[in-house]
Each structure stands twice: as structure tokens, then as C-alpha cells.
């Protein structure tokens, strides 16, 4: 059902899916960054790409929008509520739950808003180092109307180095408002 609502949209809106058979089978167990994030156009979208390649992918939101009337829909789509009132170890629980599922896929836009920002947030790549998964790079370019799971790194221990194989993936994406993107990750 949601691979078909999935392919319906794509195909009213003119985007396509951009994956290779080895990139989604090594992101079905991964903490995948996703960029740029821009708008809110980048919800469906990102959304409906996962569901047309077939990946079983959570994210994290403020837990008011799944306990909200909407909460079931949220859900439905993979939202894992987060109260950010408390103090929550959330790289320690993403870790976590990437060991007790082998066939899961934790989206983080890396920017940590749609807003410019000076630098990316990095927990992503603690997450990934302490579950022992590789990180998937997912993105949504606005210019080709693409959404895809590019490529895949294995962290290395090396952060500068890795980082900068990230870094060089995302300058050829364009979001929805390009302006509001700074692929500079450090």
C-alpha cells in the first residue's frame, strides 16, 4: 500500500527514485543523514521515497506531534516522539535500537532545522560509530527531482576525513531553497 502511494505521487509530481539494489540493501541497517533540508516540501518527499525503495525507515520529532489528534499518522510514517523537555540520551537510544533491529533506518537531517545553519549537527556519525553501522547518505534534489540513497560510508574513526567524503557527496544536491543550504558539515 505504501509503495504504491508512494509511486503515485512520485509520478504526479515528476520526481524519480535514484538507488542501486547494493546501496538500499546496505541502508536497510544504517543511520541515514539526510540533505539538504530546506522546506517542509522535504517530509512528503523524503517520506515517499523510502516507501518507493522499500526501506523501513524512523525518524525523530517533538513528541507532540505524536500525541497530537495527527499522532496515528506520524507514527504510520515512522516518527519515533521525542519530549525535549527532559534530558534524553538520544544518541545512547538510537544506538540502542539500532542493535535490537538489524532491518531498520534512522533518518537524521544532519542540519537539525530548514533554516541556514553554520554547521551540521554530527551525533549522526556517534550514532553510526557506537551501533556499528554504516551511514547512508539520503538526499532530495529539487533541481532533478530526485530522491535517493547515494552513497554509503563505513566510519572509519577518522572524522575529518570521513567527514569530508560527506561533505563532497552533498555540493551537488540542490534543495527546494538553495539559499538556506551550507554543505559545510564542520
Known amino acids: 500500500m505504501k ?8 509520478f504526479v509530481c515528476g520526481w524519480k527514485p535514484d538507488a542501486t539494489p547494493e546501496s538500499i540493501a546496505l541502508a536497510r541497517h544504517s543511520v541515514m543523514v539526510a540533505a539538504p533540508h530546506t522546506s517542509n516540501w522535504d517530509f512528503p518527499f523524503a517520506i515517499f521515497g523510502f516507501w518507493y525503495m522499500g526501506l523501513d525507515m524512523k525518524y525523530f520529532i517533538k513528541d507532540s506531534y505524536t500525541k497530537s489528534i495527527l499522532g496515528w499518522f506520524f507514527t504510520w510514517t515512522g516518527a519515533l516522539g521525542v519530549d525535549r523537555t527532559k534530558q534524553n540520551n538520544l544518541v ?3 544506538v540502542n535500537l539500532l542493535k535490537a533491529n538489524k532491518n531498520l533506518v534512522i533518518l537524521v537531517p544532519a542540519e537539525g532545522t530548514r533554516k541556514r545553519v553554520d554547521k551540521w549537527r554530527t551525533g549522526f556519525y556517534s ?3 557506537q551501533a556499528g553501522v554504516p551511514i547512508s547518505l539520503g538526499y532530495l534534489d529539487y533541481k532533478l527531482k530526485i530522491a535517493g540513497v547515494g552513497q554509503i560510508v563505513t566510519p572509519t574513526g577518522n572524522f575529518e576525513a570521513d567527514m569530508h567524503l560527506i561533505q563532497e557527496f552533498y555540493k551537488t544536491k540542490t534543495g527546494k531553497y538553495p539559499e538556506l543550504y551550507n554543505p559545510q558539515i564542520y
Open 127 to 129: 550514532i553510526a560509530q
Open 92 to 94: 545512547e537510544h538510537t
Open 3 to 10: 509503495k504504491l502511494l508512494a509511486q503515485l505521487f512520485f
